[in-house]
């Protein structure tokens, strides 16, 4: 056998499909294969030489950890990532091997490839099995929302993402869910201001078509219609380019759009718009869900309070109007001047009959709170102004209420919740803030509702300092602390049903406040005539299930 190898290692290495790569122990390039060159997006070998390489040199080289659905696991790999960033074009991620050069320990010898689109491909599937973990939570719609489109904006890297989903009716939008977007109460209602202006709205086609829409260089087109002008301050905080909105489908019929903002640069494929499918479907699941949950728990909680109503009613307000009675005549036979001296006789009357008006009184109120269209058959402001009057009536409590006229605005179901939400905040003031005065607000503002209940009491501290409720131990502190407990966290629950928020400030000496902002929905008006400024003094509303049907609508 000759002493020559048949293959010289400089052709091995010049065919190599791998990039290979030596390195200095400075970790800067000395030589690379023609493979390594253009994995790093270079021309030639010498315009990457001296130049730093993105590896791991040392210890650290060789050893990564890679999990399923978490970003570190304890599964050990022999592969390190790395990410380089070539002289034009996008960023790409490297695996690779790297092994100190035996014959001198000065260099090292680096096998790496390119894991760009694989790592992409993880992270889409990560994402999706985390929207599926999210969605098989307790967690309110908001939350699982605001969570599906954090894990849009992390997988493929996107500016920002809005879920927004249409009511039972499908004529009103509200937005749900957000990452990368600042919250912003006033978005709807400045949407339709653009609306108004002649601006599209890409995601009413999005509903007419069901079907992905994709705009190309979307920011630029609004930065340069003066249509956009109320929302292009806003929409300029991202860095952003293009724009895609895609439907909510569920059951056959549109829930929503979920819109993505891509940032300058990034590419939207087939594989890009089948992951936002993917979430979409993901997103449309949980509205369905949460709808067919909270109609199952309504049917339940109306039949649970027509039932006690019933039986309140019919037995124990009966009989305490009965004691009522007995006492009347123990008066009138004190009145008489028999055997037993009149004057106890009618101060016994005196003190059953207050006692009997008062638990009357306590139990019709509670036969009121259980009917559960308390807030439908009256409206919020009656509704919350009986309320206040049967409690200020059983406890003594000096109550405020201040309400705009805007009130009617708002539809049944949230004005209950509103209701409840207010309810469950001046039972936890009469049964531990010890407090003399209560102050309420209702209001409408900008298409966004707000709701406040003050009290004087003792307020709550971090060290306890007010004996609070069970559920406010738990989590309620001064200042901005996120407070826990059942009764709260149902509180926060009816919140977020509607895309809203509650926050609660309480302190030692200034009592608490808790405050509800629910943005209200908004219907989406037909085109504009050709003249803006009449289709600002005449904004007519389409509905959007017409919007969403092509054969009605050419929005």
């Known amino acids: 056998m000759p002493d020559t190898p048949l293959v010289g290692w400089d052709d091995i290495a010049a065919v190599a499909p791998d990039g290979l790569a030596v ?214 905080e991202l860095n952003w380019d293009s724009f895609v909105s895609v439907p909510l489908m569920a059951r056959g019929r549109p829930e929503g759009v979920l819109n993505a903002y891509f940032a300058p640069g990034q590419e939207i494929g087939s594989r890009t718009l089948e992951f936002l499918a993917a979430m979409a479907e993901q997103a449309a699941l949980a509205v369905d869900y949460a709808t067919l949950l909270q109609s199952e728990r309504e049917g339940a909680r109306r039949n649970e309070r027509q039932r006690l109503a019933r039986d309140l009613h019919d037995s124990i307000v009966q009989q305490v109007f009965s004691i009522g009675m007995q006492a009347n005549a123990a008066g009138v036979l004190g009145s008489r001047g028999g055997p037993v001296p009149a004057p106890v006789v009618q101060k016994f009357a005196d003190e059953v009959g207050t006692l009997s008006r008062t638990v009357l009184a306590d139990l019709r109120a509670m036969v009121h ?109 001064a200042g901005t602390t996120r407070y826990h407990g059942y009764g709260l966290t149902t509180m926060r629950e009816r919140a977020e049903r509607w895309g809203g928020t509650m926050r609660i400030r309480s302190g030692a000496k200034s009592g608490t406040t808790v405050r509800v902002v629910i943005p209200l929905p908004v219907r989406v008006p037909e085109s504009p005539p050709t003249d803006p400024e009449s289709s600002r003094s005449t904004p007519r509303a389409v509905p959007l299930r017409e919007a969403a049907n092509p054969a009605r609508s050419g929005s």
């Open 23 to 236: 390195l200095d122990c400075v970790g800067r390039f000395v030589r690379l294969n023609p493979a390594a060159v253009a994995l790093c997006g270079a021309g030639t070998e010498a315009e990457l030489l001296g130049a730093p390489a993105p590896f791991a040199l040392g210890e650290e080289a060789g050893v990564c950890w890679a999990g399923l659905l978490d970003e570190h696991s304890d599964e050990r790999s022999d592969e390190q990532v790395a990410h380089w960033v070539p002289a034009s074009g996008a960023r790409r991620e490297f695996a690779y091997r790297a092994r100190t050069l035996a014959s001198d320990p000065k260099f090292t010898v680096v096998s790496f490839r390119d894991v760009t689109d694989e790592s992409h491909r993880q992270r889409r599937l990560v994402a999706i099995a985390r929207t599926s973990i999210a969605l098989a939570s307790e967690g309110s719609l908001g939350s699982t929302l605001d969570a599906v489109a954090q894990q849009i904006v992390q997988a493929d890297g996107l500016a920002g993402a809005q879920i927004l989903t249409l009511d039972d009716t499908g004529r009103e939008l509200r937005l749900m869910g957000s990452a990368g977007l600042r919250h912003w109460d006033s978005f709807l209602d400045r949407l339709l201001e653009c609306r108004d202006r002649g601006a599209r709205l890409v995601m009413l086609d999005t509903l007419k078509e069901r079907e992905p829409v994709v705009v190309p260089h979307r920011w630029a087109q609004i930065r340069e219609d003066p249509a956009w002008e109320p929302l292009r301050s806003y929409l300029g």
């Open 369 to 477: 709170e259980l009917r559960p269209p308390s807030s439908a058959r009256l409206g919020l402001e009656d509704a919350v102004s009986a309320l206040v009057k049967s409690t200020e009536n059983r406890t003594g409590l000096s109550i405020r209420l201040q309400c705009d006229q805007e009130l009617d605005v708002i539809e049944p179901e949230p004005a209950e919740d509103v209701y409840r939400i207010v309810a469950e905040a001046i039972h936890n003031v009469v049964k531990h803030a010890e407090a003399t005065t209560v102050t309420i607000r209702l209001g409408v503002h900008d298409h966004t509702l707000t709701a406040s209940v003050r009290d004087d009491g003792r307020g709550l501290t971090e060290s306890g300092g007010r004996e609070a409720a069970p559920e406010a131990k738990a989590g309620r502190t």
